[in-house]
């Protein structure tokens, strides 16, 4: 039987005895093939543990008991002590793993000292990544301007997946949006929101590195920034993400003035998608190379496009027209 109840021999000597209904020593010894000397000592054995009764007399007979009855007891004691330990265990590793949570708090953020430092450090996760890199731009960058991030087009041409989100106001400085456009055209997914909370970059979903100085004391000393690892800080920066990507205008790509099936051509496009995002039309213009009454003119007729007399009305309509 199993769990150590019986060892081998015993186990074989009740199974033959089950099998005799009753048996003398002798008998016993000669169908097991033991000697007389261990038959007598494996059914004492057995008797011992009230699986055997004996019949007295010169030569005694042995006849099995019901295992479930001698041994009902013993098995219950037994589980009743492996739940024991069970919740021992349970128990225990609860308060190991608790315990290295403490140990080991400091590895989960890392503080980085200086612009170097963390320009280099987010070169080397890009070079790294694997799956996805997540981003949070925010106007005036403290590390990486970027038209300097080459390292995304290489993450890029390796398949990783990168989601953008861009404050208006970067929108508007001169060269960013040529920067844009390039990692669009590489495959990035780019869209803008008024204002972030935070800079923030997060790679594979597994690492985050969140700069701590706050905009109004930029310049003031050497930047810092956390390096956060795996954990529930970096699952509420994930939240964070998610919950601004899904209220985020996308940014669509400038190209060509050939029309889709929706009546707009790509320069448009990407004029509605800076209207959307909020981008006065100096910026617009500026960033398009055209003047602003072009702008005008053109929004004039996506207006049209869309049977509205108002930008709010051609912002409302272009979700849902799946326009951007």
């Avoid at 042995?62 to 739940?83: H, I, W, Y």
């Avoid at 041409?157 to 669009?184: C, F, K, M, N």
């Amino acid at each position: 039987m199993q769990d150590g109840l019986l060892d081998a021999r015993e186990e074989q000597a009740y199974r033959l005895l089950v099998g005799l209904s009753s048996a003398r020593s002798a008998e016993l010894a000669e169908v097991a093939e033991l000697s007389q000397h261990e038959a007598d000592e494996v059914l004492q054995r057995l008797h011992a543990k009230g699986l055997v009764a004996i019949q007295p007399g010169d030569e005694p007979v042995f006849r099995p008991l019901p295992p479930d009855v001698a041994l009902g007891t013993t098995l219950l004691r037994r589980q009743e002590s492996l739940e024991s330990a069970r919740k021992t265990v349970a128990s225990l590793s609860e308060e190991f793993r608790a315990s290295a949570s403490r140990r080991d708090a400091h590895h989960l953020v890392e503080v980085i000292v200086g612009a170097t430092t963390l320009r280099d450090r987010l070169r080397d996760l890009q070079n790294s990544a694997r799956e996805e890199i997540l981003w949070f731009c925010r106007a005036n960058p403290l590390a990486m301007q970027g038209a300097d991030n080459t390292e995304e087009y290489g993450a890029l041409s390796r398949g990783v997946r990168y989601r953008a989100i861009y404050e208006r106001a970067l929108l508007e400085t001169p060269g960013e949006l040529d920067s844009i456009a390039e990692g669009v055209s590489w495959g990035e997914e780019a869209r803008t929101l008024l204002a972030l909370p935070v800079r923030l970059a997060i790679v594979d979903r597994a690492t985050a590195i969140c700069p701590l100085v706050r905009d109004d004391e930029l310049g003031i000393g050497e930047p810092t920034a956390a390096v956060i690892g795996r954990g529930q800080l970096l699952d509420a920066l994930l939240a964070l993400f998610e919950s601004h990507w899904e209220q985020a205008t996308p940014v669509k790509l400038q190209g060509g003035d050939q029309q889709g099936p929706d009546g707009l051509d790509d320069s448009e496009r990407f004029l509605l998608s800076l209207m959307v995002a909020g981008v006065p039309d100096k910026s617009i213009a500026s960033q398009l190379g055209i003047s602003r009454r072009t702008v005008q003119r053109r929004l004039d007729r996506l207006m049209s496009l869309a049977g509205v007399d108002t930008r709010t009305g051609l912002a409302f309509q272009a979700a849902k027209r799946s326009w951007l």
